[in-house]
């Protein structure tokens, strides 16, 4: 079992920047693949990223290629979204999921969430 917290949302202008950190309870972090996930008004949740086990593989939805990156610190137990020229279509509740499930990128293979953090991007 794992229990995930995220942090670091809020307001930011176009082309800005902000970086979200997911951290997690419990001794057996390492074991799980983490994926970031956002759900913007009136939508369907969706993929943005998702990371390995330990940190050496990581995949992205092509709208957010080149602009955030995903990493990861089993030693501190926290994932990290880094996000950079950022865009107002980008606006949405961003969640990190963890699963033992590897591989995938849709949400029913994500098997713990955390409780969302909003990201704003307007001027």
């Known amino acids: 079992q794992v229990q995930l917290v995220e942090s670091g949302g809020g307001l930011v202008q176009p082309g800005g920047s902000l970086t979200l950190s997911c951290t997690a309870s419990?001794?057996?972090?390492?074991?799980?693949?983490v994926g970031w996930f956002r759900q913007a008004p009136g939508k369907v949740r969706e993929f943005v990223a998702r990371?390995?086990?330990?940190?050496?593989?990581?995949y992205y939805t092509d709208s957010v290629k080149g602009r955030f990156t995903i990493s990861r610190d089993n030693a501190e137990n926290t994932v990290y979204l880094q996000m950079n020229s950022l865009k107002p279509e980008d606006t949405a509740v961003y969640y990190c999921?963890?699963?033992?499930?590897?591989?995938?990128?849709?949400?029913?293979?994500?098997?713990?969430w955390g409780q969302g953090t909003q990201v704003t991007v307007s001027s």
């Open positions: 999921a963890g699963t033992t499930i590897y591989g995938y990128s849709s949400t029913d293979k994500y098997q713990y």
């Open positions: 419990g001794r057996t972090f390492r074991t799980y693949a």
């Open positions: 990371i390995n086990t330990n940190g050496k593989v990581q």
